[in-house]
């Protein structure tokens, strides 16, 4: 293969990747009230299967940098893709309710490598806009997951069928991934210099203050936008009538909407800052939580979930694709690791917290809860670019964005 084809294939890899990686994510809440119903737990049940993927989510996504080190961009996709399609199975698979927070584990083993992995690799390789078009990849995967899905329940009545189309998708990218892993091989010029410098401590990485805007950010974020993705489904037919197919769609809106704005965003990013983009996704997400806390427009409110998923599009990749802003060029790799770990976090912690919330009050809880969050990752977020402003970065830090 050429030099000039080599790149260009690696980032079709990358994007195939984040396509996969959201189709699994979205799949569940969708199936989660049939699936909740066969096995016998409450609909509120699910933050327990939150609990298991994050904590697997979490511990990959520390794990990512290591064993990147130790085998590769190429064997920590590999082992990663296999995980995920072990998960499927294992959904499909399984006939025991208790099993389940097991099975979103080893999903969320899976996940947490490729996410963690290909957000290095990207920031360190490619530009912004790339890493803008990179989670668009992943906003298509969570658009078609529950398209998916959805077609399972209403023409078969049934959920498995939607994870076997889903882990015959896993397979197919596994076997890209094998055939082409002697692709990935970083650069010389690039890969070695960064390899041979000492890597920062963890607690060296912790007493950065750009460490800790930067992290909650994402757990706010990743809380906001799960909430909103996972439960959007159990609100709109449990407590707003909206019926199985209208719900389903629009929950695929939430997150085709999503997959836009990111593609949007990245053909903007040469135009505007990272922090314009934050600045404007921030302002109308606040907008989007609001009117979908109210319930208009739309039936339900879904037009507003449509804004809102528009909305959160560019801050997460923009967010991480500052990193190296926000703290010294040594550090950025460790704190990418714990921004996505944190996000882990926010999955783990949030979305199952609106599901406690709700079951105590009503569902009309979800989204003023929604809305709570919002506020906070503007906050935060906001602080972050301001530090990222004013504290004195090294210029050359900014052409890797």
């Not at 082992?79 to 389940?100: D, E, K, Q, R």
């Not at 410098?197 to 909650?216: A, D, R």
């Not at 919330?357 to 935060?380: D, G, K, N």
Request: net charge neutral; aromatic share 12%.
């Amino acid at each position: 293969m050429s030099a000039a084809a080599r790149p260009v294939l690696l980032l079709a890899l990358c994007y195939v990747a984040f396509i996969f990686l959201g189709l699994p994510d979205a799949l569940l809440s969708i199936a989660w009230p049939t699936m909740s119903r066969e096995f016998g737990w409450s609909i509120e049940s699910l933050g327990t299967l939150l609990i298991g993927g994050t904590l697997g989510y979490t511990s990959s996504s520390f794990m990512a940098g290591s064993a990147m080190e130790r085998f590769g961009i190429a064997g920590l996709l590999i082992g990663s893709s296999i995980l995920t399609a072990i998960s499927l199975i294992l959904f499909v698979a399984t006939p025991y309710g208790w099993t389940l927070p097991l099975c979103a584990f080893v999903a969320g083993l899976g996940g947490g490598g490729i996410d963690a992995g290909l957000n290095a690799y990207v920031d360190e390789h490619y530009s912004e806009r790339i890493m803008q078009w990179l989670h668009a990849s992943f906003g298509i995967g969570v658009t078609v997951g529950p398209l998916i899905m959805t077609a399972s329940l209403v023409h078969l009545g049934l959920w498995r069928p939607g994870y076997i189309v889903v882990l015959i998708l896993v397979l197919l990218m596994l076997v890209a991934f094998i055939y082409f892993r002697g692709l990935w091989e970083p650069p010389q010029h690039k890969k070695p210099e960064h390899e041979r410098t000492v890597g920062p401590t963890l607690v060296e990485t912790i007493k950065q203050p750009g460490t800790w805007f930067g992290t909650l950010s994402f757990f706010f974020y990743v809380g906001a936008e799960m909430a909103a993705g996972l439960w959007a489904f159990t609100l709109l037919t449990e407590g707003r009538g909206v019926d199985t197919v209208q719900a389903g769609f629009w929950v695929s809106i939430y997150w085709g909407s999503f997959t836009v704005g990111r593609v949007v965003a990245g053909v903007f990013a040469g135009r505007f800052s990272a922090k314009q983009l934050t600045f404007a996704g921030v302002v109308l997400s606040l907008v989007g939580a609001v009117l979908f806390a109210l319930g208009i427009p739309g039936p339900g409110g879904v037009y507003a979930l449509a804004i809102l998923g528009f909305a959160y599009a560019p801050i997460f990749p923009a967010l991480i694709s500052t990193t190296d802003r926000r703290v010294e060029k040594k550090f950025v790799s460790r704190v990418v690791g714990m921004q996505v770990a944190f996000a882990g976090l926010g999955m783990l912690v949030l979305p199952p917290l609106a599901g406690v919330i709700a079951s105590a009050t009503s569902f009309e809880s979800i989204p003023l809860f929604i809305l709570v969050l919002t506020l906070m990752l503007a906050v935060v977020a906001l602080l972050a670019l301001r530090l990222k402003v004013t504290t004195p970065a090294e210029p050359e830090a900014t052409s890797q964005a």
